[in-house]
């Protein structure tokens, strides 16, 4: 973090910035400036005390500028593709219901990953619905959908995100993308083979619900993260999803896993990761890993009004701190020897009867 003037008040000819106003003359997103000052914050100005607020001397404007520039010259493009080497570790996120914090847990983990040195991508998979951009804070101009219509290669609407994650927007209020044929899923998934060797790590959030949209994808992956809430239909709603999966060819021997949102407790959490974990272990024969939980804290809401990561947000905030440790528990979970083969490949082969 940026250092502060323990005590030091504004002088008269001193003139003072809100984060807010750094972002309009710099023209930068907040969660850009946020992420700079929390990585190079000895490289800015002393924030200065006035009244009751921190802020920062107007040298910071041109201070945040050359570290832009600086990292903008490193990544030279946005994260496209890398060389190739071992694929991604493809990690879907679901729920089985909307409104769990499903959308933003993906995202916000995939930015904890990627500080904990993991290079990762986003796929927004909610097809038609798609708004991982907008709690991002960025803009795409290109979607799917132009993959769908042959108009890019996947690897042309990669835009980078927050902490330097790469985003593959999904499209929002595409009629013809959420009602996408059984081929023209097929045809994204094929696409997203060539992006399996430009990351460590893809988390795919799949749209609520267990439509056959979802289910391609949720078969597609090497792992399943299910998020629940204590809301009762959050777990009928999850074993539902789970128990459908089951049924799907060549889904057994895939590692489920869950983390519990919006808990006020640790006993709370415990209870709805133990209720989930016993009903499919009893009646689906499926083993569910429980790999933390998100206790509820208003950070979250003030992060999405602002289009700006809760972890960018307030890095330390307690909701912070939990997705951090979630995503430690899922790299203490890897398995190199997945990564030797394409997840998307695979499902293709299955589809086409080949395995």
Known sequence: ?????????????????SIEEISRETGLEE?????????????????????DVLSFPAAAVDAFRRMHARQTAAIAAPPKLAAAGPFARVIAVTSGKGGVGKTNLALNLAIELQQLGKLCLVLDAD?????VHLLAGVNPTLSLMAVLNDHVAISDIIVEGPAGIGLIPGGSGLVALADASRPERMKIVRALEEVEVAAEIILVDTGAGMGAGVRDFLVAADDILFVLTPEITSLADSY??????????DFTGRS??????????????????????ACAR?????????????MKDATVGGATVRRT?????????????NTRNVAKA???????EIRLSSSFGRFLERVQGKL
């Open 240 to 249: 539902g999803l789970l128990k459908t999966l089951r049924q799907e060819r």
């Open 330 to 336: 899922i790299l203490k979970r890897e398995q190199p």
């Open 127 to 131: 097809m038609g619905m798609a708004n």
């Open 282 to 294: 009893r009646f689906l024969d499926q083993e569910v890993e429980n790999l933390g939980y998100i």
């Open 309 to 321: 990561p809760y972890c960018i947000f307030r890095p330390q905030a307690r909701v912070s701190i």
């Open 31 to 51: 969660s850009v400036l946020r992420f700079y000052e929390s990585e190079f914050g000895a490289e800015l100005p002393d924030k200065i005390l006035h009244g």
């Open 256 to 277: 489920v896993y869950s983390v519990i949102n919006m808990v006020h407790s640790l006993t709370e959490a415990a209870d709805v990761a133990q209720r989930f974990a």
């Open 1 to 17: 973090m940026s250092r502060e003037k323990n005590g030091a008040m504004a002088g008269d000819n001193v003139r003072l910035l």
